[in-house]
Each structure stands twice: as structure tokens, then as C-alpha cells.
């Protein structure tokens, strides 16, 4: 799998390419989470993934944490939730930009190789911590 060099600085991307990177990176700890709970039917798997990374939850998710997060943190979801971009026609504006928030601060975790707070943040998001 390939890895981002190591002392590479997340400031260097826009919000937006953080929430991008962390979108991918959530989305693979998702159908990891839900492969490894129990064997079932593909279509059970998918909605229950589909589920996990709706707009809505995230922005809960993402709520829930915001206490525990970091100033470091908390400025990255900030960064991430102020960015301009064209949200889905079926979601929630507000809810849209704190999953973006939530996004970036993922992003911005993987990108550090902070791999160890990356995967507390999603676990304590998840209720799983």
C-alpha cells in the first residue's frame, strides 16, 4: 500500500484534498470494521457501510468527539467545515460541512502518520473507545 513520506506537512494541501484523502481512508476503516465484525451477506455489508458514512453521522460523529479533539484538531475540522464546495442534493448543508470537517481532520491524521490517534478517533466516534 503506498504511504506518504514521512515529515510531509498537511498544511501544504487545501482542506479540501485533506477530506478527500480522509473520505478514502474512512471509508476503507468502515469495510474494515464491518468485515471484521461477522460474515454476512454482501448487501447487508454495503448498507451498513453506506449507513456509516452518510453526511448526517459523520457530523454527529464528529460532534461527539469535538471536546476531545486537539486545538490542532479542532482547527482542521474547522478548516475542513469552511471550505467551499458543492454539497450533495440530498444532504444537509450544515451536516455536509461538519463531515467534510471530519473528513479533513482524518485526512490530516493520515497524512502526519498519526496511524494511533487516526484509528482512537474513529473507534471513540464509533463509541467503540
Known sequence: MPEIPPGTDPNQYPPLVLAYIGDAVYELMVRTHILTSGHRRLRSMHLEAVEMVKAE?????????MEELSPEERDMVRRGRNSRSTPPKNADLQAYRMSTGFEALLGYLYITGNHERLRYVVNRAWGDA
Open 57 to 65: 453521522n459523520q457530523a454527529r460523529f464528529v460532534r461527539q468527539i
